[in-house]
Nanobody, 123 residues
Framework: VQLQASGGGLVQAGGSLRLSCEAS???????MGWFRQAPGKEREFVGV????????YYGDSMKGRFTISRDNAKNIVYLQMSSLKPEDSAVYYC??????????????????WGQGTLVTVSS
């Protein structure tokens, strides 16, 4: 499956942004995750949504501010971000996993990756 992330941009602190990730194949076969990577830092788990039942898991610093949703009919997964902080600035990647332990957030469990979209939060 090929993934295309979009929706990044410049936003002020406290603002909101919604990222989208469109899949070329049958997205319902995969758990869909979001990761981010800031310059000089390791790739960080943002959250993931189950392939069919909609259950979600988030990284600790995202809980309560970020929401992942998906539309399997359209093959699109969304990342709604609110109360953004400058430290949320990063390249955001969507990824697909067929692994039963997808919820662990481990990068190695994700089979396919999008190209990333840049989010910059100004203070």
């Amino acid at each position: 499956v090929q993934l295309q992330a979009s929706g990044g941009g410049l936003v002020q602190a406290g603002g909101s942004l919604r990222l989208s990730c469109e899949a070329s194949g049958r997205m319902r076969n995969y758990h869909m995750g979001w990761f981010r990577q800031a310059p000089g830092k390791e790739r960080e788990f943002v959250g993931v949504i189950h392939r069919t039942d909609g259950s979600t898991y988030y990284g600790d610093s995202m809980k309560g501010r970020f929401t992942i949703s998906r539309d399997n009919a359209k093959n699109i997964v969304y990342l709604q971000m609110s109360s953004l902080k400058p430290e949320d600035s990063a390249v955001y990647y969507c990824a697909a996993s067929s692994n039963v332990q997808y919820y662990s957030g481990s990068v190695s469990l994700y089979n396919y990756w999008g190209q990333g979209t840049l989010v910059t939060v100004s203070s």
